[in-house]
């Protein structure tokens, strides 16, 4: 471990350094849980449980061993309650924002990824359009049966009028 000539500068003891705060993205994650949580039956009912039990402690207990008092109509448990409200609601504004992120992000992939397949789809269309123009100059090209018909009957006419062994020559 070296030793640093001054008390300002950090001793270089070979670690990289790290952010001393968490990261966004750890806080995020953690506001998510805490939304998600939130929201859950599980939550509700161990709430409404540990209120339940505070009420019955504080009301049914020895008064030496009550720490919230009926009298004053229970306080300690309202400050408690009104502190996690004031806590939970920015947690969730917060994965809300997250949310609404990421949801941009996926707004913007499926616009480009329409886009794509848009083109795609218009190119695909002028092949095909390109395919059917080669096939119907193609056929335009092509010998029809009726026109090989009449060509073979004229073939055939035309044989006929040769003698009979110039007509066995020219048969397949």
Do not use: H
């Not at 990289?16 to 939304?35: I, L, N």
């Not at 540990?50 to 300690?76: I, K, M, Q, Y």
């Not at 695909?124 to 359009?129: D, I, P, S, T």
């Amino acid at each position: 471990m070296a030793r640093s000539p001054r008390l300002d500068t950090p001793l270089d003891r070979g670690v990289s350094t790290r952010p001393s705060t968490p990261s966004r993205d750890r806080f995020g994650r953690f506001t998510e849980w805490v939304a998600r949580a939130m929201g859950t039956p599980a939550f509700l009912v161990i709430l409404t449980l540990f209120c339940v039990l505070w009420l019955l402690w504080n009301s049914t207990a020895p008064a030496e061993l009550r720490f919230d008092s009926v009298a004053n109509g229970f306080t300690a448990l309202t400050l408690m309650l009104s502190l996690q409200a004031s806590y939970a609601a920015p947690l969730i504004l917060l994965a809300q924002n997250r949310q609404d992120d990421r949801d941009r992000v996926q707004i913007e992939q499926d616009r480009q990824r329409s886009e794509r397949n848009l083109a795609d789809t218009e190119y695909l269309a002028r092949e095909v359009v390109a395919l059917r123009l080669a096939l119907e100059e193609r056929t335009a090209q092509t010998v029809t049966r009726d026109v090989l018909r009449q060509e073979l009957k004229a073939l055939l006419a035309e044989i006929e009028g040769l003698p009979q062994d110039e007509a066995r020559e020219r048969r397949p």
